[in-house]
């Protein structure tokens, strides 16, 4: 089963930790918002460190 990382945008305070904890997963794109990038699998440690460490606790793994 594919996993993919979700983030509540309306809880996200932007404060890029995810990006710096796992930059192949996310980004912020031009409106200043980040955004999981498409990826056919994603590096699990990296992913589970922006989940542990995100501040507003709102990055999630979804069951595809
Ligand atoms: S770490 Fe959490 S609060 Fe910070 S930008 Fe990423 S999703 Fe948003």
Not at 7 to 16: F, G, H, N, P, T
Not at 37 to 45: C, K, R, V
Not at 56 to 62: K, L, N, Q
Request: charged fraction near 35%; aromatic fraction near 6%; hydrophobic fraction near 40%.
């Amino acid at each position: 089963m594919m996993k993919r990382p979700i983030v509540e945008l309306s809880d996200c305070i932007r404060c890029e930790v995810c990006v710096a904890a796992c930059p192949a997963a996310f980004r912020m794109n031009d409106a200043g918002f980040v955004e999981v990038i498409d990826l056919s699998a994603y590096p699990d440690d990296e992913v589970n460190e922006a989940i542990r460490d995100c501040p507003a606790d709102c990055i999630r793994w979804e069951e595809e």
